[in-house]
């Protein structure tokens, strides 16, 4: 009869609520930016590959999702495209969470238009500002009007929206403040969409992360830019991230980990292999590396904390 | 016996008091955020400035240009759903084979289950380029795109529940109509439909909230520039697409930013209620019962 | 011309319109399924639906996904049809006396037409966190119950309006009491219409992305979920996922992913369309 089966039902689903999870596998909880998302990701299948008995998950909540969880204890790991800012960071403290941070890649970004676009090749830092600061909105609009002798042509612009990192980054690197952008571009969170934006106009122009350029190399064409220390035009690839001569567009990647996750064993293997693997794994995803000496910096770090504060939960 | 019956009706009535449980959660979250945002930014501006730049460095807070975007795609996607899917309705109930009916009617039910998701990215990277050959001046991100597939996903509802509607009808009143000599023409349209209205109605209001509640095919096909236009060819902001943007973005829980969200979200409640008010106003009008 | 005539035009001209526009509906539905299968299908083996997710698309695999996806259906559909039915019939039967149903009424109907992703900003404050279910199927199916649940209701109340009183009238002159009457009659009667409404509501929750990811479901998850306060992904996270991805190869996998996901919806709407067309059948009047 319906009714009874209304109750049995309502009862099995209290049951289920009541539940509790006692003593699972160990597990480890990664969220944050959809950014350094494929990294943690490779980092995690790898690590699961040699300790088949631990659980890794990630999340991608967005780098502000992530801090707020982060914050509240929630999570083990948090993946950010920025370093955390100062309210994030008084809400950790708020609740009591001391965090380490750790930088784990460098994200590049490629300033690219369509490939039948000849005349532009390379560009400067004050044309990039030019172009994109707010004051550009309704009145920067042809490319003569950024270099005398490109043509009377209407440029059309794309870039991410304001929500990615790569937007705050851009802005504040050009422009100088983050977030100052003009507000008539075609904007999108899609990477992808934007390449394909740029692919099929002849007259656009784009930025977004570098690996979105190298998996696309036959459909656009990336502008090198002049450095602004050494006046050479530089085309972005991963060597040249590294080694800092296309600047200033690249970005470092962060994690942060709360000291109360470090005190479990899984976590400490885990971040230890993070740092230790993260040179040849951001790679195999399209980021760039950390320099040798970078790398050496983040590891001794790691070896500091770990040994100031030795393991308290058994495994 | 009366005590069961009185059991069951309480039961029944607990269920129904659910949904105001649901009512009263959306508002808490909604209204105890925007305070904190209307405390900051007035209500006057909220309404009357023409820009809505609230993660820029040079914030602007007016609504209306997502209002804007929200209300032209719901208005091209009913344009293409209500006579498409009250006709397919209508043919299957009254014209079509009964086998027809059978078989179409599901099929077109899938159009309802696809993701939306598939349908954002259907939108952008089929529907967009298909109409930039007609109109070469549409841009990349349009309201037209999503409004239109919008409209494709939302035939069903109109058509499937009024085709319902339709066939509850009793058969003495169509054979009525046929016996004086009516087409199924005037019998549908003379008779049936204004016998089912009300289960018609109620199936294009469900489907314009479904159409001002569509996240994600604004969000991926529609664009995110917040633009105060009637111009179908240009990238808007719909309120949807803006919330999602931002609840899975890098803004931090608790900033000012963070609470437009909530005063985004509560304008659309709003908007929804006076919506769903006049259409039922409508629909008492129109409600006819037959024996 | 005559009447007759110009009407037998109009019932002509609109058949034909009316085959159009159903052909229309029919041919978008087939223009898409092809592109998606064209790009998918060969993507489409055991391992693919057996394998976990990874960041090699050759290796990658929805078994995480599926599995979450089919919890979800289940456990949503568990929620939502008992409750909403139960609400429909309630307004429609025992609630025309007082304003408290009208103010239900308008109340419902608006909530069909909240974005699903305030629902999940609702979801994550009361399941989440008051209710202490975390980022759990449980949290992520109730949170999808109470989106759908309006749809559930306003269709189950329609169907239950169509219904003739005389049907009614005709139980209770028996000696039958209200619930019998219900029960045995009026319900049996619109359950057709009533099932048309669960179809469409849960098709819509199966297709649910950015609630369940507020809401705490995740975007790799290397296990398959054991229960319903396991953590989890669904397809949808899943293709997104793949789909904003630099490697082409990722495209590939994510048409399969939705080439998957629609023949799970196609099973369920398979059961859910023969169990309509067994009850609209007894009906003549």
Redesign the interface.
Known sequence: M?IR??IL?MLS?SF??C???KGGPPSISI?GS?TV??V???V??EF?AVNPNV???????GTGGGFSKFSNGKIDINDASRPIKSKEDSACKANNIAYESFMVAYDGMAIVVHPSNTWCNDITVEELKRLWEPSARDSIMTWNQIRSDWPVEQIRLFGPGTQSGTFDYFTEAIVGTAKECRTDYTASE???VLVQGVAADKNAFGYF?L??Y???KDKIKAVAVINPKSATPVLPSIETVKNKSYSPLSRPLFIYVTDLALERQEVRDFIQFYIDNCAKLSE???YVSLSVEELSIEEAKLAKFLEAHPVKTAQ | ?RR??KF??A???L??G???F??V??LY??VSESYGFFATVPLSEFLTDDQWTPLFADQHFGVMPLVAGTLLTTVIAIALAL??GL??A???NE??HPKLR?S?K?????????????YG??ALT?VTPFLQQIFPELAGFSALSAGLVMG?MI???I???SE??L?????SLREASYGMG?????T?FKVLVPA?S??II?SV??A???A?????IVAIAAGQQPNLTANPFVPIET??TY??QV??GDVERGSLEYKT?FAA?IT??IF??I???I??WIKKKFLQ??? | MSEVNW??I??RS??Y???G??V???S??V??LL??IIQGVARIDWDFITSM???FAEKAGILPALIGTLWILVLTA??SI???V??G???EE??KKNRFAKF???????????????????GL??FGRI?A?G?SI?AGSCTLA?LI???V???TR??I??????LRQASYGLGA???QTL?RQVIPASA??IV??I??AI??A?????PL??V????????VPS?????FTV??IQ???W??????EFGVNAAAA?II??LV??VM??IA?YLR?RW?KKI??
């Not at chain 1, 659980?55 to 909540?61: A, D, I, K, L, M």
């Not at chain 2, 066939?167 to 058969?171: E, G, N, Q, R, T």
């Not at chain 2, 001002?212 to 994600?216: A, C, D, H, R």
């Not at chain 3, 229960?227 to 953590?231: H, L, N, S, Y």
């Open positions: 319906k089966s209304l039902l689903i289920f609520a539940s509790d999870k969220d959809s998302f494929p943690s990701e490779a995690a299948e699961m659980r890794v998950t990630v999340g991608e909540s899609d990477d992808n992360g690996a979105y190298n998996n696309n195999s995803v399209g | 016996m069961k019956e069951i009706e039961l029944l009535a269920c129904a659910i949904s105001v649901t009512t959660g959306i979250v909604l006579p498409v006709t397919i209508i043919y299957l014209y079509a059978k179409v599901p099929a077109l039910e899938v159009l309802a289950a696809i993701p939306t998701v598939v990215y259907f089929v494709v035939i069903p509802i058509s499937s529940l319902d509607a066939f509850a009808v009793p058969k009516a087409t199924p023409f005037q549908s089912a009300s289960g109620v209001i469900l314009i909230s479904r001002v509640g569509e996240t994600m309120i949807t919330i999602v609840s899975t969200i979200g659309l409640f929804t209620f919506l769903n008010n259409s039922f019962k037959y024996e | 009407n037998r109009k019932d609109f058949k319109f009316g085959i526009c159903t229309f509906g029919l978008v539905l223009v898409f592109s998606i997710p990874s960041r568990a929620i008992p409750i909403g139960a609400s019939v309630y307004l025992y609630g239900l009424e308008i109340n419902i109907a608006n909530l069909a037409g909240v974005p699903s992703i305030i629902y999940g900003l609702l404050e009361i209710m279910m980022g449980l109470l649940l309006p749809v209701i306003v269709s329609e169907a309006k169509a219904v003739p009183d005389t009491s209200k619930w029960s057709g219409g048309t409404g179809i469409l098709s819509r199966i297709g649910e992305t950015a990811i507020v705490g479901a995740l975007v790799f998850v290397p296990f229960g319903p306060m396991d953590q397809l949808p293709i997104f996922n789909v904003s991805r630099p490697e082409k939705i996901l629609l919806t196609f709407n398979g369309l067309n609209q003549k009047w």
